[in-house]
């Protein structure tokens, strides 16, 4: 199994701070090397913040009728931070963002994945106890 950093939300069209990703499918220019039950972490590229942990679902698919982004593959969230003002820093899982240039997926090291998991896990806990108290 691999650990992957996905890129999400673009320069012109960056995720809204509540953003709604429904996390079920990324798009890549090219072919990517991920395999189903890999797992990734949700990263908001404008934000520069990390706000969710997927598993990759099946393989990678090819559709030549799309000039840009044309390989895809599917995606069920396992936790995701529905507030991007609530979302850790990318800094803080040990991955600096100009690593992230003209990207849309990196391979993590599973330190890098663990912290990140964690960090993200400990917000999406937060956030669901404050809401059974409020």
Known sequence: MQHWLLVRGLGERPLQRLHGDRVTVHHASRRPAVQAGDLAVLYASVWQAIYGIAEITGPPEHDPARARWSWRFPLR???????????PAVEESGVAPSSLWRHSYIRLSPEQFSRARALIERRVASRSRASRKG
Request: net charge negative; hydrophobic share 55%; aromatic share 0%.
């Open 77 to 87: 969230g396992l936790a995701v931070i529905d507030d991007l003002d609530r979302a």
